[in-house]
Every structure is written in C-alpha cells, then in structure tokens.
C-alpha cells in the first residue's frame, strides 16, 4: 500500500474506523498530517487513496491526536480546535470548530481524544500524568465541556492511537474514573532519543484526583518499535486480561 502523500513525512497520525455492520464495506484506514487526512479501504477492495483538506490542522505527537467514531473521525490540534469528516459520506468533507479554550492548568500539555457511547472526550493531562482533566464535546455548540467522569462509568485506556474506554469488567475490575497512560518512548517526546526503542509501559492515576495522589507503574512490557513479542501486549490490546499475569 503507497504512502497516500506526494511526500514522506514522519509527522502523522493514523486510525481504523471501527468494524461496519453486517452487509457494509469494510473499515477506513485514516492517515492524518499538517492539513491533510488521507483514507482508504484497506485489504482486497483496496482502491487507492482519497485526500481531504484539513485547513489550519497542526500535527504535534503529543498535543494533537485522532479518534473515529464510526466512520467519522475527529481531529484536535494543540490549540484545542477540532476537524471532523464523515468518510461514509458520498461526498466527504472536513468541517471545522474553533473549540479553544484557555488551559486549566499551564502543566497540563497533553492531548488525548476517546470515544464513549458515542461520545467524543478530551483528556488532558500533565507530562507525569498527576492531574487529569476531562471533557466532552458538543459540536452545535462549539464547546468542550468540563465533565467530572467518563460517561457510563468506563475506565479510560490512553495512548497514541490506542485510545479506549471499556467497562471496569475489561479493565481487570479497575474503578470506574481510573485512566491508564501508555508511556510509549519510540514515538512520544516524554524521554530522550537515546531512550528510544526501550519498553513501553502504563500509569494508573484517576480522574479529579487531588494533585500529589499517589501514580502506580503497574506493568513494564518488553515490547520495542515495530515488534511484538510472543506473549503479547496482553492488557492494552485483550484487556481482559489481567496487566499483572504475563510479570509474575
């Protein structure tokens, strides 16, 4: 599959859409740059690439960030304004939302966009994961509102591109409001290039906690850029699966 831009550039983000329903075509892949967002379907019907506009989209790997809801995907940039495009459109377009607002928090430099129900949430956080603040969007409004927990009592799963919110049962019976962070050091700027490549690993902490609240490493997983051991990378991607089975 070619790259779908006239020129390589590392500085992407990049998202399936979720499964189609019975008798609909199949996923979108979404590939997203300064501006640009590319989408196809991958696999046997594969027929190229089709590119949109996004006007004034910024990439930046740790405040901006991609989310599908459906088939139709969301983008915030650092400024906090958000693109949508409904790619099951026949004629898709990106719409655009000044959505800004002022930082809570001048610590809290972190971007991360996650589907619930059906709703699009924004959590930011500081660079050590010790305050979380939560909100969720109201796109006829133009607003991201303050909200004190995940809608439905979900426990949130965060990372670049691996964003989730799922039932406490699926979080190995975890509180509702908990957050687990992915540290993922061969594509985020929280450690130096030399740290590059070396394990990822999670963070536990809780929405509204109180700052100084105690943050638990719950799980060190040997897992380096572009490769995935044979035990599996078992609580992120099944998270069924207790995070503590596969270090004991």
């Known amino acids: 599959m070619a790259w779908p831009f006239a020129r390589w550039n590392a500085r992407f983000h990049a998202v399936l859409t979720s499964s189609p329903a019975a008798g609909e075509a199949g996923c979108f892949l979404v590939v997203v740059a300064d501006r640009l967002l ?37 983008l915030v940039d650092e400024r906090r304004r958000l693109w949508r495009a409904d790619l099951a459109d026949e004629n898709p377009k990106v719409q655009r939302r000044d959505t800004g607002f002022a930082l809570p928090s001048l610590e809290l430099r972190r971007h991360y966009l996650v589907e619930s129900l059906g709703h699009v949430l924004l959590v930011l956080s500081d660079e050590r994961h010790n305050r979380v603040a939560l909100y969720k969007l109201n796109w006829d409004a133009r607003a991201w509102l303050p909200i004190a927990a995940c809608p439905g009592e979900r426990v949130l799963l965060l990372g670049r591109g691996c964003s989730a919110a799922v039932p406490p049962s699926s979080a190995a019976g975890r509180a509702p409001g908990t957050v687990l962070f992915a540290h993922q050091p061969s594509t985020l700027p929280d450690v130096d290039v030399a740290a590059r490549g070396q394990a990822w690993f999670w963070s536990e902490s809780r929405v509204g906690a109180a700052p100084g609240d105690l943050l638990v490493l719950k799980k060190t997983v040997p897992h380096r850029h572009g490769e995935f051991p044979a035990d599996g990378d078992s609580f992120w991607f099944f998270p069924a699966v207790d995070p503590d089975e596969n270090a004991r």
Not at 43 to 72: C, I, K, M, N, Y
């Open 38 to 74: 590319a989408f196809c379907r991958p696999g046997a019907d594969f027929q190229g690439w089709e590119t949109l506009r996004a006007p004034g989209f910024r990439h930046h790997a740790a405040l901006s960030d991609v989310v599908a809801v459906g088939a139709t995907v969301y």
